[in-house]
């Protein structure tokens, strides 16, 4: 689609990353072949693709009859021809970016020579002949060209003169003449198009453009047997263009034949001898020199055999067609008949090839080989081996050269030292009719590559002659003697025979017969204990055949025990220790070839890694100095911050490794990394059943061995990557008769060894067994191979407390030792770790008590790690003891453990592990769970007398919440109480054992070591302590006792606690003579109060001598100067004055008196007492009769002082309409309790409701006959802040208002608010001290207008049009309260207009007497308001006014209207100091009211939409039309639906 010409074809050919697309151009290739097409490549690259590139070549050719120069000296010119495609969407420009003349230009290739070898440059413009462009893009475009460059060149490029842009789609062409063609045949190289700053390029892609091709039709040979002299005849042609013998100066220029690749003998071998030479239609093309031969003897590295000559170089030529005859002569054909390959003839550069099969003959065929052995048992010596094989097809020639080699396999046991031929083939030749023995040299047999071989001997030439030996086709055999068979029956193969180039190979076979079986293998330890030296039995069963029994193997692998798994522990706050199961920073063992799993808890402050150099950190300043490097072979996930980290160790992992926090490096230890130990250790064992004569050694054959006798060297010990072996290499098991090798029948055996170690501080599955006696061989899993480590049972752990907070605890660890005994020489540390996160931790003189009853421990005593959250351990080395064996029961006890401190979670304790050397056991505490007791109910009680001063037992009763074990015991008495000589006399309800002898009493405690006893669970129990002694003279509330067991201490109060024979003062009354009133002063006061029933009242020196009285300062009440005592407790005497007088406290001494008996009552007074002038709370009064003492209120209570009381307060206000701006408050109030003294008076008023007190307020009436002090000793005081305070206050002098009098008083100059007709709110009276309660007065509520309810809106006259101006509005409305407004405003709806005339009707009042008038007060368009000139009052609430000359709007639905109404009026504000003001207050809410009418409003609404009025008649009337597209009618023209009638013509007006 890119040309219009009718000759264009495209094919497109895709092969190593290029495109290939081959055009046939009609005009420029009119006459040309096909054939010459010329095939070019486009390569794909992404500078170049179509949506980026400028530009394309799609083609380039070369004018018609071009062909490749004859030398560098004899050129041929041809003109190029290149089409190209713009891609460019904005086309290409003539000039460049800087409006220059832009560049056109065609690069040929430079070198021609594959890979750059340093050929010179070919291809030229302006070489003899002048080169320009011919033909060029745009030249239709007004484009033309100039050449400022200099020839020859490989470039020819010109500049464009031009304006016009060559448009994107556009299809160009360039001719460039006279470009010298390449003198060779080889790579062709890329052509480069360049138009102002783009380019492209294009490849050819056959290697012979412009370039004959010389095809090889046939090659023949003299003589076709293998190993033989022959000659070969190459024929050829010469195609498409002229052949040049361009002369020396060109490489290659030689005539060549090139022979298949391959080594010897299975090639063609070229001698001096051999020639190449023409044979016909070489024309003038000649040779020169002597033949040049290139041939390998190699027979392991191919090579291709050549011969050449070099070609005269006269520049002769051949033509398209030209047929040649080429001959070599004197080549050795190849001894195998296998294809050769590929035959190639060179000429100059051209080459042809072609490729034959089965071109030797005469080959024979050599196949099914077997082998068999004369003697196959094994172990046999001089066994003869018979090679069979056939020979097919041809006779095998033996020829001089032919080397026959047999091969065995390498490392079974052949011995091929002593081989030797036994017979060979037998021969023939043509000149002799009978068989002749065909004869053999260089006989050669090595053990160590398993060969033996050996040369036919013959005539060693190329040609078969009549004299030459040969083995005729047929069944036929080598035999070989000497061979030694292996010592096993395994498999064995495949055997190899080679004779010259034939090849036999056999599948691996059974040649090895007679092998014993070996079966049911199994073995046992005793004693079975890991670590231990022991007696090792083994048995099986020999099967089939005999067995020697040279050598003996027994085999173990190396220790591959199931891989431990760690896990890793971290604590946020601690930067130092891992926990790793358990431990600080141990050091960890992992064995090269096993695979671990560390499972890492996850954290958010740390990351575990294996590291192979650690990082390092400056301890003092926190820098890190050295970035370690990760171990990262056989590890996944290291670097973890939570998670699994799978590890398999690698045999060649350094020994020492470290782990660390990659983000805290001074967290870190080491792991050691070392190869497994071996499974079992023979290095001290021995056979271990001895059997006569004396000084031999016998085995476990000893019931086999009759008259035969055994020698033997001592067993040696092999470690090797097996694991753990024995072998006896050199016994030799022989009869004592004959001297034969020995061996056993068929029968069930076993041997025994001794000393044989197992390993140590691992259980696990040693593996498979593998037994080798002689050549036979067994390996098993032995079902008995078990031994055993030592494993505790019946573990049981306690601690002799698990009570929270208990310190110094013993944990003791009892458990049975099961399976293996715990040898304490080989444990060498035992270890008890305790649960880190538990809150455990170690006292730091922690030690163990007993270990396994006798073990011995350093005397360096033992490590204690306190590290919670890491690790919490004791150990210590074992220095020695008595082994414990299996079964035995030991235990072992730590001494110094510290339960979690008050305060941890009662959660359970957790998992302990206690470690002797490597074994490790967990064991769980008997109950798990932290005991978290409480000590509570704490009781007390006297027994047998509760008297005071009495020393008495004390049984203490309490409640525990929780198990409690046993523990040290301290009570603490309350400080009254003298427990010097107290002792524990009983715990028995307890269980526990103590020693009252070694209690101990400080200040009020008392201490009981307790030495024993079981755990308490939860429940009440009691203890009882002796020769506790009571207080003196208090009998009231002893204070708090203190009961601590262990670390758990309660405290309480005990109810029965109870001292009796104390006197008790109660019920108190405190009175005033003769004026209890407030403010009274020098009056008495007298106590009265009763003594209760327990015990009377009597004088004692000790304990009653005095009367003291403290009264609380807050009551007020005070001591005068004066105060004495009056009287005293019925007629007790008393001191002659008070010892102690304050304010409010009083104290006077007495001198004796009678018995006051219990159940009675008694009184004193004391004298000139000073009451306050306010009441309040008497508070807790204290009086004592010497230390018998009553605190307490008085029961008389508030009452105790007589104070004044305001009640009842009621407001009301004149006028009460809302809005009101000069109205008179009224109070009312009563007086209760006492009279109420003439004071400051105090009027607050609601703060939030709107009320004001003008400036100008007074009191106009004042309550009783109180009068305002007036000057400044009344301070009038009026305040209005909205929202905080308004009130009114003013001093005021006269008589006590009396108790049950209603008293009033008014207060005028206030205003009311304007928006608040609700309750006002809540209203306080004060006088001087005394205050009412806030109060709410039922009739403080103002008279409001409230919303305008029931609106309609009437029209008069009845239903007028729209539009109509000079109607009449009728408003009915309802307000709620007279008085409360003058004038009403009316906002009418849109599209009403109020006439210039408007005016009031009429204004009545439903109900009412007369009709009042009414003003207007102004109007709007839309609005009117108007006054009441007569404030007359609607009986029930009901108005309604008219307002005409009011102008309808256009409109069906007028709308809503709006009616207002306030209140306006002057008033006088300033008392006369100032004219009076207007004012208007709006009411609560709007009224809005729709129209309401009879009849539809306005006309024509309804039916007709279009109707309005459209003038008036000459009576005034209205005169309606309707509109109906441009024609008005008039109404009475329309029918009753308001429509035109069919039958009528509309007139215009």
């Known amino acids: 689609h890119f040309f219009a010409a009718p000759y264009v074809f495209y094919c497109f050919t895709f092969f190593g990353g290029f495109l290939c697309s081959s055009h046939v151009l009609g005009a420029e290739m009119a006459g040309s072949r096909v054939a010459s097409a010329v095939v070019l490549c486009l390569l794909f690259a992404t500078a ?176 076709n047997a293998y190993d033989s002299f022959t000659n070969l005849t190459f024929t050829a042609q010469v195609l498409y263009y002229n052949f040049y013998d361009s002369g020396p100066t060109t490489d290659p220029n030689n005539l060549m034949v090139q022979l298949p690749l391959g080594t ?116 046999s010596v001089g066994s003869i081996a018979n090679y069979t094989f056939l020979i097919k097809n041809n006779p095998l020639y033996t020829k001089g050269k032919y080397t026959v080699t047999l091969n065995f396999p390498v490392g079974v046991g052949f011995v091929l030292a002593n081989a030797y031929v036994i017979s060979l083939p037998l021969g023939r030749n043509e000149t002799y009719s009978g068989l002749t023995q065909i004869a053999y040299t260089s006989f050669a047999a090595n053990d160590t590559t398993g060969t033996i071989s050996f040369a036919l001997t013959g005539v060693n030439q190329m040609q078969q002659t009549s004299s030459d030996i040969y083995v005729p086709p047929g069944q036929t ?162 670097n973890l911050t939570g998670g699994t980290l799978q590890w398999s160790v690698g045999g060649s992992t350094p020994s020492l490794l470290y782990y660390q926090d990659c983000r805290h490096p001074l967290m870190w230890g080491y792991i050691l990394v070392q190869d497994r130990p071996r499974g079992l250790d023979f290095s001290s064992a021995r056979f271990g059943v001895r059997t006569p004569p004396t000084g031999a050694v016998g085995t476990a054959f000893a019931d086999q061995l009759n008259n035969y006798w055994i020698h033997y060297d001592p067993i040696q ?64 899993h032995p079902a008995s191979g078990v031994f055993y480590c030592p494993v505790l049972g019946n573990i049981l752990l306690r601690y002799s407390s698990q009570v929270r907070g208990a310190q110094g605890v013993m944990m003791n660890l009892s458990y049975t030792v099961n399976y293996a005994p715990l040898v304490p020489q080989q444990l060498q540390v035992v270890t008890v770790v305790f649960p880190p996160d538990s809150g455990i931790t170690l006292s730091p003189t922690a030690y163990f008590g007993t270990v396994n009853g006798d073990w011995n421990l350093t005397f360096a005593g033992p490590k204690v790690t306190n590290l919670p959250g890491i690790e919490i351990s004791i150990s210590q080395v074992v220095t020695g003891g008595t082994t414990v064996a299996p079964g035995q029961a030991t235990w072992l006890t730590v001494f110094g453990v510290n339960m979690p401190p008050l305060g941890h979670s009662c959660s359970a304790v957790g998992s302990h592990s206690v470690f002797f050397g490597t074994f490790r056991f967990s064991a769980q505490l ?259 009769v010497g230390i018998w003492k009553y605190y ?95 009130s009114y206050s003013e001093t005021f002098a006269g008589s006590p208002l009396e108790v049950g009098t209603n008293y009033s008083f008014q207060i005028s100059g206030m205003a009311l608010p304007c928006d608040n007709c609700t309750d006002l709110g809540p209203y306080m009276l004060s006088v001087g001290g005394w205050a009412s309660a806030w109060i709410e007065p039922p009739d403080n509520i103002l008279l409001c207008p409230g919303m305008l309810t029931s609106i309609s809106v009437g029209v008069l006259p009845r239903a007028p049009p729209r539009m109509y101006p000079n109607s009449t509005l009728v408003f009915n409305f309802t307000a709620p309260v007279c008085h409360s407004w003058n004038v009403l405003t009316i906002q009418l709806p849109d599209g009403f207009t109020v006439s210039n005339q408007l005016n009031t009707t009429i204004v009545w009042l439903v109900g009412a007497s007369t009709t009042p008038q009414t003003e207007i007060l102004g109007s709007g368009t839309s609005t009117i308001s108007v006054r009441s000139l007569i404030n007359t009052c609607s009986t029930n609430g009901r108005y309604s006014i008219a307002l005409s000359n009011i102008g309808l709007c256009n409109n069906c639905n007028p709308g809503e209207f709006v009616l207002t109404l306030t209140n306006c009026g002057l008033t006088d504000r300033s008392a006369g100091q100032a004219p009076p003001i207007w004012w208007c207050t709006k009411g609560l809410g709007d009224a809005t009211g729709t129209v309401v009418t009879a009849a539809p409003m306005p006309q024509g609404c309804t039916p007709c939409d279009a109707c309005r009025v459209a003038h008036q008649d000459g009576s005034g009337n209205p005169v309606f039309s309707c509109e109906d597209g441009r024609a008005k009618f008039q109404r009475t023209q329309l029918d009753s639906g308001c429509q035109i009638p069919q039958t009528w013509t509309p007139n215009l007006y």
């Open 264 to 379: 010897l003998p299975q090639r063609y071998q070229v001698s001096s001898s051999s020639s190449i030479a023409f044979l016909s239609g070489q024309g003038s093309i000649g040779v020169t020199g002597s033949p040049s031969v290139q041939s390998s003897s190699s027979t392991s590295v191919p090579s291709t055999p050549t011969i050449s000559l070099a070609l005269v170089g006269n520049s002769a030529s051949l033509t398209p067609g030209t047929t040649l005859v080429v001959q070599v002569t004197n080549l050795t054909t190849p001894w195998g008949c296998n294809p050769n390959g590929q035959y190639c003839l060179s000429l100059g550069h051209l080459v042809g090839c072609t490729t034959l099969s089965q071109e030797i003959t005469g080959c024979p065929v050599l196949s099914n080989l077997t082998l068999s052995f004369n003697s196959s048992r094994y172990g």
């Open 1192 to 1286: 307490g209120p008085p029961v008389n209570g508030t009452a105790l002082i007589g104070c004044p009381k305001i009640v009842n307060l009621g407001v009301t206000f004149q006028p009460p309409v809302q809005c009101s701006q000069l109205v008179t408050a009224t109070v009312t109030f009563d007086v209760t309790t006492t009279r109420l003294r003439a004071g400051r008076l105090q009027m607050y008023f609601p703060p939030a409701s709107g009320l004001i007190v003008w400036p100008f307020a007074r009191m106009s009436v004042p309550p009783g006959n109180w009068v305002s002090l007036g000057g400044t000793k009344a301070a009038i005081v009026r305040t209005t802040s909205p929202g905080i305070n308004v």
């Open 926 to 1184: 008997e109950y798990d769970n932290l005991l978290c007791p409480s000590v509570t109910g704490l009781e007390a009680q006297f027994t047998p007398t509760s008297n005071q001063s009495a020393t008495t037992y004390v049984l203490l009763s309490f409640n525990i919440t929780d198990s409690m074990d046993p523990g040290i015991i301290v009570i603490t008495f309350p400080s009254t109480m003298n427990v010097t000589t107290a002792k524990p006399f009983n715990l028995s309800r307890l269980g526990w054992s103590f020693d009252p002898a070694l209690s101990t009493v400080s200040g009020t405690q008392l201490t009981i070591p307790i030495l024993g006893g079981p755990r308490l669970s939860s429940g009440w129990y009691q203890l009882v302590i002796r020769n506790v002694a009571l207080p003196w003279g208090n009998c009231s509330d002893l204070g708090l006792w203190g009961l601590q067991i262990g670390p758990v201490l309660g405290v309480g109060n005990p109810a029965l606690d109870v001292v009796v024979n104390c006197v008790t003062p109660i019920n108190l009354n405190v009175t005033f003579s003769p004026d209890w009133e407030q403010g009274g002063t020098s009056v008495n006061m007298t106590f009265s109060f009763d003594i209760d029933c327990k015990t009377p009242l009597w004088f004692d020196q000790r304990d009653s001598s005095s009367i003291s009285v403290v009264m609380p300062s807050a009551a007020g009440v005070r001591f005068g100067p004066r105060s004495t005592l009056l009287s005293a407790l019925q007629g007790w005497t008393m001191a002659p004055a008070p010892s102690v007088l304050t304010p409010y406290t009083f104290s006077q001494g007495l001198t004796g008196g009678p018995q006051i008996p219990a159940c009675s009552h008694t009184s004193f007074t004391i004298t000139d007492v000073y009451l306050p002038n306010y009441c309040v709370d008497p508070g807790l009064w204290e009086f004592r």
């Open 48 to 223: 170049h693709t179509l949506t980026s590139a400028d530009f394309k070549i799609l083609n380039i050719s070369f004018s018609s009859g071009a062909t490749y120069s004859a030398s560098t000296a004899v050129h041929s010119f041809a003109d190029i021809t290149v089409y190209f495609l713009v891609t460019a969407p904005g086309g290409i420009s003539p000039n460049d970016t800087s409006g220059n003349a832009a560049t056109l230009a065609l690069d040929l290739p430079h070198k021609y020579g594959d890979g750059g070898d340093g050929y010179s440059d070919e291809m030229f413009f302006g070489v003899s002949q002048s080169s320009s462009f011919a033909e060029w893009p745009g030249s239709e475009l007004g484009w033309t060209l100039y050449y400022p460059d200099v020839y020859p060149s490989s470039r020819l490029s010109a500049k464009i003169n031009g304006t016009a842009m060559l448009p994107y789609l556009y299809v160009g062409k360039i001719r460039a003449t006279s470009a010298t063609m390449p003198t060779k045949c080889s790579y062709p190289g890329i052509y480069n198009l360049t138009i102002n700053a783009a380019s492209s390029t294009l490849q050819p892609c056959n290697r012979h453009v412009l370039c004959p091709e010389l095809n090889v039709t046939n090659v023949t040979f003299t003589s």
């Open 477 to 638: 055999q080598i035999l070989m003697g000497g061979i030694s068979m292996p010592s096993t029956c395994a498999q064995v193969g495949p055997f190899v025979m080679t004779i010259g180039a034939f090849s036999l190979t056999t599948s691996p076979v059974n040649v090895v017969k007679g092998c014993s079986v070996l079966s049911s293998l199994d073995v046992a330890y005793t004693p079975a204990w890991q670590a231990t030296y022991v007696q090792m039995d083994i048995s099986f069963i020999v099967s089939q055949y005999d067995l020697f029994i040279d050598p003996i193997r027994i085999t173990y692998p190396y220790y591959h025990g199931v891989s431990q798994n760690f896990t890793v522990s971290s604590s946020p706050s601690d930067i130092l220790h891992w926990s790793i199961n358990g431990r600080a920073n141990p050091n960890i063992t992992v064995y090269r070839g096993l695979s671990y799993s560390i499972v890492v808890n996850p954290s958010s402050t740390h990351a575990f890694c294996v590291m192979q150099a650690l990082s390092s950190v400056n301890i003092s300043t926190g820098v890190l100095l050295l970035v370690g490097t990760l171990y990262t072979d056989g590890v996944t996930n290291n």
């Open 717 to 780: 010990f092999y470690t090797n990557g097996s694991g753990a072996s024995m072998t006896e290499t050199a016994m030799a098991f022989t009869n004592h008769n004959t001297g034969e090798p020995w061996q056993i029948s068929p029968y069930p055996l076993f041997l025994s060894l001794v000393n044989v170690l197992l390993p140590s501080g691992d259980c696990s599955d040693l593996g498979n067994l593998t037994l080798q006696i002689g050549p036979a061989v067994i390996s098993g």
